[in-house]
């Protein structure tokens, strides 16, 4: 997966007038088992077991309003039920393509997950932040 180059790029033409900007229509929410390094590398997605991206639409009912520097999710994200074990759970990132694609941003979970044969995965509305503030 693309680092964080192209979307940095389309965002930086944009405030400086090179382009218009169109935001992607959908963004799919993965998930990693290893830590991912601030530059977006050190992704590693489940394999098997039907873990596949969540697609989901990209417009204001699927987040709320921004405050603060961050924005949460307004509606309620599920992945499919796993047939095999993902691993442990550490971080979530969102992606412009359902496989691959180009990392938008990602983030460490609030505590770890363990997802084994037949859990299904769940954040419930408010559950994913997204932060555009260092810390």
């Known amino acids: 997966m693309?680092?964080?180059?192209?979307?940095?790029?389309?965002?930086?033409d944009f405030l400086?007038?090179?382009t218009s900007y169109v935001p992607p229509t959908t963004l799919y929410l993965g998930l990693s088992t290893t830590t991912i390094a601030a530059g977006g590398t050190g992704?590693?997605?489940?394999?098997?077991?039907a873990y596949a991206r969540v697609a989901m639409t990209?417009?204001?009912?699927?987040?709320?309003?921004a405050s603060g520097g961050a924005v949460a999710n307004a509606a309620e994200f599920s992945f499919p039920e796993a047939t095999?074990?993902?691993g442990t759970i550490t971080?979530?990132?969102?992606?412009?393509?359902?496989s691959g694609g180009n990392l938008v941003t990602f983030g460490a979970l609030?505590?770890?997950r363990l997802v084994e044969n037949t859990t299904t995965l769940t954040l419930g509305i408010g559950g994913?932040?997204?932060?555009?503030?260092?810390?």
Do not use: L, M
């Open 2 to 12: 693309a680092g964080f180059t192209a979307w940095y790029n389309s965002i930086a």
């Open 16 to 18: 400086f007038g090179k």
């Open 43 to 49: 992704i590693t997605e489940p394999s098997g077991g």
């Open 58 to 65: 990209n417009n204001k009912t699927t987040w709320g309003t």
């Open 84 to 86: 095999a074990s993902w």
């Open 91 to 98: 971080y979530a990132f969102f992606s412009d393509a359902a």
């Open 110 to 112: 609030t505590s770890s």
């Open 128 to 135: 994913c932040t997204i932060s555009f503030v260092n810390s």
